[in-house]
């Protein structure tokens, strides 16, 4: 099972398939958000530091896109959580707080 690690906070289980905004709202991440995961104030975009989710929803790749920040930053209610990371695990930054966070197998 995935290991979401929050500096200062944990480490928690999180299931496969979970967004991570949801992961990071039930486990005290406490990321930026006011659309309830439907892609639309992009208020909880993260920052990839170190490797990233593939996956992108065509409604992420659309609100990203005319932002024109593409490439630099993803919406965490689009991101779903996966079962294999590599032995880093992938590193990111939420908007609202600078702590580390880190998604690990």
């Known amino acids: 099972m995935p290991t979401l690690i ?6 928690f289980d999180v299931e496969k398939g979970t ?4 992961a ?21 975009r993260v920052e990839f530091i170190n490797g990233e989710l593939k996956k992108m ?9 005319d932002k024109d920040v593409l490439g630099k930053y993803r919406l965490s209610c689009q991101c779903l959580v996966k079962k294999r ?12 707080e600078e702590r580390s966070i880190r998604l690990t197998q």
């Open 6 to 11: 929050i500096e200062g906070v944990g480490s």
């Open 19 to 22: 967004r991570l905004l949801n």
């Open 24 to 44: 990071l709202v039930e486990h005290g991440g406490n990321p930026r958000y006011s659309c309830d995961g439907k892609a639309k104030c992009r208020d909880c």
């Open 57 to 65: 929803t065509k409604a992420e790749r659309a609100r990203l896109k």
């Open 85 to 96: 990371y590599a032995r880093q695990g992938i590193g990111f930054c939420c908007q609202k």
